[in-house]
């Protein structure tokens, strides 16, 4: 019985692909060479006629990817990117690279940030344990989209992940950093400068716990500076003023005790030294 049945579903599945082929054939092969596959409806249909070689056949389909979105006498070809890479998600959802290189297609060649962004979610989607995912998307919005917001919120997620590396922490301490939450960066950084028994961790981290104490000090010194201005129609002769003046209780230091670099003419404040140059 069972026989009869697999015998059924092989000439269905044959009758299906000879259809298949029948239209395809019928479309013009140089607007898409070697494209046939993109109109396979879905992955699905190919688990039925690959007899078990899915992992293989998702393999083979992945090589082919590569060539076809790098030939650049097919203009169109990106329009089927999210589709190639489903089928191929849909053949082997554990295959991790064709994600990643999807990914980067889709954001270098395609410029197309949304789409990296779905085949990115899809992998995680399929793959919840590989902070891979995650941490790729939150480096595209970061470093291509400036969008830290975004970028806080997939390293956040990566990091939540078992085996995530300790560099999430950072990445995710300097994207909050750029979004103005001082207090929420410094807590981060002096956790990790506090618990990293490497040296150049420790390092990076101070000059960052430098950076972001600098950055709360500065922006307490211009509100006072601005009150100031406000009321004297000019700025202080000296930062000391603002106390004296009773708009600050005290100017602060760096965190290594040195005085910020003040110019009356201005109003501008800074560090005496670049923190990456202490």
Known sequence: MQKKVLAVLLIISCGMFMGLKVTIDKIPRKTVPGASIIYIPSGKYLKYA???????????IYIWAIQYFSNYSVPERFQYLTHVFSIISELDSGYLD?????????IYDARDFDTAMDILESGLKKNPEQWIFPWQA??????????????????????????????LKRLYANAVYELGDYHTAWENWLEIYNSSDDERVKKIASNHLYRTKAAMDIQKIKEALKEYQSKFNRFPEKLTDLVTSGFIESVPQDLDGQDYVYESDTGEVKTAVIPWKR
């Open 50 to 60: 690959c007899f078990g070689h899915s992992s293989l056949l998702a393999d083979l």
């Open 98 to 106: 064709p994600y990643q290189i999807g990914a980067l297609i889709a």
């Open 138 to 167: 939150g480096h595209y919005a970061q470093m291509l989209l400036k969008d830290f917001e975004l970028a806080k919120k997939y390293y956040q997620t990566a990091m939540e992940i078992e085996g995530s590396p300790p560099i």
